[in-house]
């Protein structure tokens, strides 16, 4: 008889968090969409200025995201002494409009870019990872997509939804055909990076 074991290596986790009137009242949203609208300009993509994670505004969902972010690298066992926010700005998309594909240069490459999503209609357009290996697309067989096989995943883009993701990940929103607006932001984990002896160790 033939013993096999499955290895499921070298995996990527995208963690999707829900916020409800509990932890997010409608008051904060009122007040974020508010604010976003109100300082757009007219018939362009508009992306907000960085740094409203300093703003009162947005004061209660910054709290939400600082406690999210901990569970995501408690939950893959990173060490860390704290997590910071080091930018944050919203995304409004009009119908017909997308955000292009990308992927986080190694200035970030120790932030953990994360969206969420404060205002949508339906169908918005979702939010679409795909595969970093360049090699796995290669002459890849014909097959009944899933998670190991496929090149590219994509999630709906759901009001009070958000997701936290590696910084290496590439990802793109296709053209919208409704109105969408998003708040992305990055975190750093502030600690010891790399292997002590190594020449390649710093705390951050």
């Known amino acids: 008889m033939v013993n096999v074991n499955k290895h499921e290596i070298f995996p990527t986790v995208i963690y999707q968090f829900n916020c409800g009137f509990d932890d997010l009242n409608q008051l904060d949203i009122t007040q974020m969409n508010a604010f976003i609208l109100s ?5 362009i993509v508009n992306q907000s200025k960085d740094g409203l994670h300093l703003l009162s505004t947005f004061q209660n969902l910054k709290n939400i995201i600082l406690e999210q972010n901990k569970k995501y690298l408690s939950d893959l066992q990173y060490e860390f002494d704290k997590i910071e926010i080091t930018s944050m700005w919203s995304n409004h998309l009009k119908p017909g409009q997308s955000h292009p594909c990308l992927l986080y240069t ?3 490459a120790d932030d953990t870019p994360c969206v969420f999503y404060l205002y949508t209609e339906s169908p918005a357009s979702p939010i679409q990872f795909f595969d970093p290996r ?3 697309s290669i002459l890849s067989p014909r097959n009944k ?3 190991y096989n496929s090149s590219m995943i ?7 939804t958000g997701y936290i993701f590696p910084a290496w990940l590439q990802h793109w929103v296709p053209p919208t055909p409704v109105d969408r607006i998003s708040i ?4 750093i984990a502030r600690g010891e990076y790399g292997e002590v002896g190594t020449f390649q160790n710093a705390n951050i």
């Open 145 to 147: 997509p899933n998670k």
């Open 134 to 136: 360049v090699q796995s």
């Open 154 to 160: 994509q999630f709906l883009c759901l009001p009070c």
């Open 184 to 187: 992305s932001w990055n975190i």
């Open 39 to 43: 300082n757009e300009k007219e018939d």
């Open 106 to 108: 190694s200035d970030a």
